[in-house]
C-alpha cells in the first residue's frame, strides 16, 4: 500500500530555479524521509526529518514537515541539471519494525 | 557503515525459470528485511517483510507462493521467482533494519529482473 501522494507528478524547470515537491501522507508518523532515484538506479537518502520537528536543511535542500496537515515539502535551491531525478518521500510509522511507505514520487527535470 | 548489497543487478531469465535474489547486510546484523518492488516509472511497492528466522508476512496482492522470501540469517535474506513471467519483470529492491536503529531502512542498489 502507499501511503500518500505526491504533487507534482512531474516539473520541468530551468538551471538556477527552485523546485518544490510536496508529499501528503494518511497517517500518523514517527518520521518522513526524502529520497531522490536517478533513471533506473538506486536510492539515494536526502533527508530524515521526525515528527516533532517543523523544518530541516541539508545544504540546497530544505525540508517542511507540518503533522497537523500530514503534508511534507522538499525544496531543491539554485537547481542544476545533476538534480533532474525522479524524488520520493516516505514514511515511518510509530511501530518499530515496519517498512518504510513510499509516496508515487515527482519526476524533476532541470534543464541548462 | 550500514551496506546493504544485492545480488545479482541484473538477471535476463526465460519465462518459466526461477530466479533467486540475494540481500545481504555487509556490516550489521539486520533483524529486519524488507522487499520492495518498482515497475517502470512508478514508485516503490511494499512486497513483504521478514523476520530473521520466522515466516515472511506479506502484502495484500503479492503471492507468497509466488515470491519465496527465505530470512535464514542475520546477514541475508533471498527472494526467489518461481516459475517467472514476463509481467514480473521489475525493479527489485531490498531493504534492512537493525534493532539498535528501528527507524531507519538501509537499501540496497536493486535488481533489474527482466523476463522474456
Known amino acids: 500500500s502507499q501511503q500518500g501522494e505526491e504533487d507534482p507528478q512531474a516539473l520541468s524547470i530551468q538551471e538556477g530555479e527552485n523546485a518544490t515537491m510536496n508529499c501528503s501522507y494518511k497517517t500518523s508518523i514517527n518520521n518522513l524521509q526524502w529520497y531522490r532515484q536517478n533513471s533506473g538506479r538506486g536510492l539515494v537518502h536526502l533527508i530524515l526529518i521526525r515528527s516533532n520537528e517543523r523544518e530541516k536543511h541539508s545544504g540546497r535542500l530544505r525540508v517542511t514537515l507540518d503533522t497537523s496537515k500530514k503534508s511534507s515539502s522538499l525544496l531543491i535551491t539554485a537547481s542544476r541539471a545533476a538534480d533532474t531525478a525522479s524524488y520520493f518521500c516516505a514514511t515511518a510509522l510509530n511501530q518499530a519494525g515496519t517498512a518504510l511507505i513510499f509516496g508515487k514520487g515527482t519526476t524533476l527535470s532541470v534543464s541548462s | 557503515g550500514a551496506v546493504v548489497s544485492q545480488h545479482p543487478s541484473r538477471v535476463i531469465c526465460k519465462s518459466g525459470t526461477s530466479v533467486k535474489i540475494e540481500c545481504r547486510s555487509l556490516?550489521?546484523?539486520?533483524?529486519?528485511m524488507f522487499w520492495y518492488r518498482q515497475f517502470p516509472k512508478q514508485s516503490l511497492m511494499l512486497m513483504a517483510t521478514s523476520n530473521e528466522g520466522s515466516k515472511a508476512t506479506y502484502e495484500q496482492g503479492v503471492e507468497k507462493d509466488k515470491f519465496l522470501i527465505n530470512h535464514a540469517s542475520l546477514t541475508l535474506s533471498t527472494l526467489t521467482v518461481t516459475s517467472a513471467h514476463p509481467e514480473d519483470s521489475s525493479f527489485y529492491i531490498c531493504s534492512a533494519q537493525t534493532s539498535g536503529r528501528a527507524n531507519e531502512q538501509f537499501f540496497g542498489p536493486g535488481t533489474r529482473l527482466t523476463v522474456l
Open positions: 556490516d550489521f546484523q539486520a533483524t529486519t
